[in-house]
């Protein structure tokens, strides 16, 4: 019991071991005892909901303070996020746009995290991704019903095997998977620089757009590779934002109600009984590393042909680092993540209006990395009040 | 060609590369042997990097911006420290939303903002200075870079006092150390704020001392080499030195190399940090001397 006192401070049930018979600390074990803490409070509670509002609308006050404290009007900010994400139809298509890569990393980050794999690498994956759809969008001849869907699948594919390198470390070799997913991203961003520039394969050799020819970057994606947009009650809905949804709606269903899920969430939330009843820590969790890297490789796709257009060597744009952060906001639930993925999507629409009125556009990330950290704050202050109540019983009795 | 020049040549570059990484580098591996898995050393570096040149220019002063950066990074580190080892958020979470966050501050004031940064001379120690290869590559530099021998003796000596082992427990064994009387958190907590000291100093060099402005971003991952160079280094002093020499020269190679006469691919240049620390943690695996309970929250239950 006195080694498990360190690792789970918030939660009721007993500690997992963390799963692939590593050592029983170190950082992979902290992170069951995180994802075991945001598992025990999501209940669907009206407290939660309300606790939910109340930090968000904090997040968001933050990034507003910090616009008033430089001179800008709170109310102009505000204004323009409302009036380029929600304002009108172009805008909620931009909004839909922003928010899809989004949402697949998001979705692969709750799958992984579900098994109680702490993959933080998606940035990493994202890249890898755009790579494979850069590859088969640039090398593939055909009409764009072939293109697009061999682009997603190489996105997934190289996605995936990015991600399985830091499964195959971990079960292999005992390495945590924090540490050498997030090492995998820089070298994904080195790999990506390396293919897009001098005599990369990917390199725009001329004939392309601006700096054809010497800059690190790849040709524009042709106009049979771009994403279409669906015509639904005149917002343009991008292609690949109904794909994010599909996917968080079947990996919703498939983590609360398929026989596999199932299995996925006992590995996650006891490794032991898992061991037990047969359940391979080794196979399960690798499977579901892959697919969370697989999902944001398809993100890297959805970023390349529905909005970048183009290879450039920060072609990622810390949409994996955000996706990561909405999943874990959302509290590893992929319906909540839908309606983050959503608000950071209108963040960035609506960051665009912001320039027009002189106000710097990197307000926004300021706002949403507010959000993030105080959406995590509930449970946490939640079990530091228990924690003090406690203690002021024992200095009672 | 002449091998004494080219050596000159790699140093002269590889040098000022190494300072930030040997700055940061000693605050993150006094963090982690603390039991803090610290990413937001990034944040710190970036923050203090900022707030210097911000300091720096409102003053005239770069002993001014030096102050500002540190108190920046210091900021950074108490609010990393307080959020995980008093309120027990997640320390890697708490980590990337802090770079996240400091990426978009320091971004949003820089658009804001004017800088023009004084510049300052370099100190030309006497005799050594004179040295063949190594002499003008490692004694005529600013003078901050000599903060590196005090803050290198202050490790080193703590490390043998009471305080060292004391913050050794609180990353390799809480429970014990808890049961012993050591605060475990206030030791994270207190490792953290030097840590934020040391990446001050480093963000500061980069901006003021270096390279005189600030650009969006300018840190570059170089808080993700420093992870890189004390996992490599296997969490040992002299290991995360000598790790940050290699990671600074594999820099200074991608300067230097075309300079006199050699191609390399910058990008395997640039990789070398993490493939040489996955590669190292691949190899030893479960054998290396990672702190037992890094990363792992800890909460007193009395």
Not at chain 1, 229 to 247: K, R
Not at chain 1, 374 to 384: D, E, F, N, Q, S
Not at chain 2, 238 to 256: D, E, N, P, S
Request: charged share 10%; hydrophobic share 55%.
């Amino acid at each position: 019991m006195s080694t498990e006192v360190s690792e789970t401070p918030v939660q009721e049930e007993p500690t997992p071991a963390p799963p692939g018979g590593g050592s029983r600390r170190g950082p992979d074990a902290a992170m069951a005892g995180l994802l075991a803490s945001l598992r025990g409070s999501t209940r669907p509670a009206i407290e939660q909901v309300l606790a939910f509002l109340c930090f968000l609308s904090l997040g968001i006050s933050v990034g507003l303070l910090l616009g008033w404290a430089t001179g800008h009007d709170p109310g102009v900010i505000l204004g323009d996020l409302f009036e380029g994400s929600i304002g009108d139809s172009i805008s909620i298509g931009y909004l839909l746009t922003a928010a899809a890569p989004l949402l697949l990393v998001a979705v692969g980050a709750v799958i992984c995290m579900r098994a109680g794999q702490f993959n933080i690498g998606q940035e990493g994956q994202v890249t890898l991704g755009a790579i494979g759809a850069g590859f088969v969008v640039f090398f593939v001849d055909g009409p764009g019903i072939v293109v697009i869907p061999l682009a997603f699948l190489a996105a997934a594919a190289a996605g995936g095997a990015w991600a399985f390198l830091a499964a195959l470390l971990k079960f292999g070799r005992g390495v945590d998977i924090v540490v050498s997913s997030l090492l995998l991203v820089f070298l994904a961003e080195q790999l990506l620089t390396g293919l897009i520039s001098g005599d990369g394969p990917l390199h725009d050799k001329g004939g392309g757009t601006l700096g054809a020819g010497t800059a690190s970057q790849s040709p524009r994606v042709p106009e049979k590779a771009m994403l279409p947009t669906i015509d639904v009650l005149g917002v343009a809905v991008p292609f690949a934002f109904v794909l994010a949804l599909v996917a968080a709606i079947l990996v919703a269903w498939f983590l609360s109600s398929a026989h596999a899920g199932y299995r996925l969430r006992i590995l996650g939330q006891n490794p032991t009984v898992a061991g037990t009843i047969g359940i391979s820590a080794s196979r399960l969790g690798s499977l579901a590393v892959a697919a969370s890297g697989a999902f944001a490789g398809a993100a890297g796709a959805a970023i390349l042909m529905g909005q970048s257009f183009q290879l450039n060597p920060g072609v990622a744009s810390s949409i994996g680092w955000n996706g990561l952060l909405i999943a874990l906001a959302a509290r590893t639930n992929a319906g909540v993540s839908v309606l983050l993925a959503l608000v950071f999507g209108a963040m960035v629409a609506g960051g665009g209006l912001l320039g027009g009125d002189g106000i710097p556009v990197d307000i926004v990330n300021v706002i949403t990395a507010a959000i993030v950290v105080a959406l995590l704050c509930p449970p946490v202050l939640l079990a530091a009040v228990r924690r003090r109540r406690l203690r002021r019983t024992v200095k009672v009795a | 060609m002449n091998l004494t020049t080219d050596l000159e040549t790699i140093l002269t570059a590889s040098v000022p590369l190494t300072v930030p990484l040997l700055f940061a580098g000693l605050g993150e591996y006094v963090a982690q042997r603390a039991g803090t898995f610290n990413l937001s050393v990034e944040g710190m570096m970036l923050g203090s990097a900022f707030a210097a040149a911000y300091g720096a220019t409102e003053s005239g002063s770069p002993i001014v911006g030096l102050l500002c950066g540190i108190g920046a990074a210091l900021l950074i580190a108490f609010v990393h420290g307080n959020l995980s080892h008093r309120l027990q958020l997640n320390t890697y979470v708490v980590g990337l939303s802090l770079n996240v966050l400091v990426l978009g501050v320091t971004n949003y004031l820089l658009s804001t903002t004017a800088l023009d940064i004084p510049g300052g001379s370099a100190w030309r120690i006497p005799l050594l200075s004179d040295l063949p290869i190594v002499g003008k590559a490692f004694f005529v530099q600013p003078w901050v870079v000599y903060l590196l021998v005090p803050l290198l003796l202050l490790i080193w000596w703590v490390r043998r006092r009471r305080m060292g082992l004391e913050l050794r427990a609180a990353g390799d064994d809480p429970v014990a150390g808890d049961l012993t009387g050591i605060d475990v958190n206030a030791r994270r907590r207190q490792a953290l704020l030097f840590c934020g000291f040391c990446a001050g100093i480093g963000g500061a060099y980069l901006s003021v001392f270096q390279a005189g402005s600030f650009t969006s971003g300018m840190t570059a991952g170089r808080g993700y080499i420093v992870i890189a160079a004390v996992i490599f280094g296997g969490w040992m002093l002299r290991g995360v030195i000598g790790a940050c020499f290699v990671f600074g020269v594999a820099q200074g190679l991608q300067l230097a190399l075309p300079a006199i006469g050699y191609t390399a691919s910058p990008q395997l240049l640039a990789a070398t940090p993490y493939l040489l620390a996955l590669a190292s943690l691949a190899v030893l695996g479960a054998r290396s001397k990672r702190p037992l309970a890094l990363g792992q929250p800890f909460a007193p239950v009395r």
